[in-house]
């Protein structure tokens, strides 16, 4: 890993549009800040213990061109590790498949989000 990339760890990809969709597939939130927390933006103001949402992603980043098996299970980590330092159990089901979509189309995931 380069010096850059350990910076960049547990940043979302570069030049990416993150879309929080609800159950019904509206959206209710979208960032392009590669801090973006997810465990603030979707628990914090939530008044459940629990929620389901859609986590849309696209990039127009030249490193990122297909969703392949490692791009994806690099945000699958990313969303993981988001949601569980804040205290939080999430089941995380992959809603596009893999290698055929270009980067620059979004990738989409469902989070079922529980306190630990």
């Not at 990339?5 to 030049?15: F, G, H, I, L, V």
């Not at 879309?19 to 997810?38: A, C």
């Not at 392949?68 to 498949?97: F, M, P």
């Amino acid at each position: 890993m380069s010096e850059d990339d350990s910076s960049n760890e547990y940043k979302w990809p570069p030049k990416c549009t993150l879309k929080l969709y609800d159950s019904k597939g509206v959206i209710f939130l979208s960032s392009k800040d590669r801090l973006f927390d997810l465990a603030d933006n979707i628990m914090l103001r939530w008044p459940h213990n629990s929620r389901t949402v859609y986590l849309g992603m696209a990039t127009e980043s030249k490193k990122w061109s297909i969703w392949n098996e490692g791009n994806i299970k690099k945000n699958d980590q990313l969303i993981d590790h988001d949601l569980s330092s804040d205290g939080y159990k999430v089941k995380i089901t992959r809603e596009s498949a893999a290698n055929s979509l270009p980067c620059t189309n979004e990738f989409r995931w469902k989070l079922v989000i529980k306190p630990c």
